[in-house]
């Protein structure tokens, strides 16, 4: 695999970290799928610097929360770009509420994007991964990443449910690299904190972040170096890990 043109899948890949982690993997020299929900015009101007580097690109509209859907999404990818090397699941919502007013419907939908859309796109790219050789003539090969949180490991008062979700990412992806380890596929999982994007827009000014080491917020395009590492050779032996990006929040 290491002479040949790969292709990522990037969930939410038209807006902030999935936005960064996507252009990112095009100037390496990757073809480039991203998934978005519903804003058309951001998947197009994303799709269109993915492009600019030269290499393939495709932004397919998809519920991520949905199997049939996912499938559906996953071999469009497959036959616009011919497979699917790297998945980044980075598709995810917040509906913050404190427990006790908090419905079931805030529960479910921020689970059902998150945790369940990450299980949607494993398990069907899972099978091309599977069929891949190595340069050695190794049987499978593929990369997978999951965008989790610090608040799938430290809890979060008033987001119950997206720490539910994030955590849950986190033992989906230990068990997805126990079961994948032996075809050469590594499952890891990036624990962002506070970063720069539309949905912590508003955090920038508040006292939290004086309780951050580093007294700043993170940018999308470190964490989009991270996921490109994860996604590389380098990175061949690491797998089932959840590294914190969090500026020593959560240590």
């Known amino acids: 695999m290491e002479n040949q043109t790969k292709t990522a899948l990037v969930t939410g890949g038209s807006r902030g970290i999935g936005r960064a982690v ?16 519903g804003n058309r015009e951001a998947a ?32 469009a990818v497959v036959q616009t770009l011919g497979g699917v090397d790297m998945l980044i699941n980075n598709a995810g919502i ?10 079931e419907e805030q529960f479910d939908a921020v689970v059902d994007v998150s945790l369940k859309g990450s299980f949607n796109f494993i398990r ?21 990443v999951n965008l989790a949180s610090i608040a799938g490991l430290m809890g979060n008062a008033g987001q119950v449910n997206y720490a539910a979700a994030k955590a849950g990412m986190i033992g989906l992806t230990k068990s997805v690299a126990r079961e994948l380890a032996g ?17 912590t827009a508003n955090l920038g000014d508040l006292p939290l972040i004086d309780a951050v080491p580093m007294k700043r ?4 395009e470190e964490v989009a170096e991270l996921a490109l590492f994860l996604c590389s050779d380098h990175a061949a032996y690491i797998t089932g890990e959840t590294i914190r990006i969090d500026g020593g929040l959560a240590m």
């Open 183 to 199: 075809r050469n596929i590594t499952c890891n999982a990036i624990a962002p904190g506070f970063i720069e994007t539309d949905m």
């Open 217 to 220: 917020m993170g940018k999308a």
């Open 22 to 37: 996507a252009l990112k993997l095009a100037e390496a020299g990757n073809n480039v799928a991203i998934v978005y929900a």
């Open 94 to 103: 917040t509906k913050d509420g404190l427990l006790a007013r908090m419905s």
């Open 44 to 75: 197009e101007e994303t799709l269109g610097q993915i492009k600019s580097h030269g290499v393939l690109g495709v932004a397919i509209q998809c519920d991520v929360a949905d199997f049939n859907a996912a499938k559906a999404a996953v071999d």
């Open 124 to 144: 069907h790219v899972t099978p091309l991964m599977m069929k891949k050789r190595t340069a050695d003539g190794k049987k499978g090969w593929g990369r997978i």
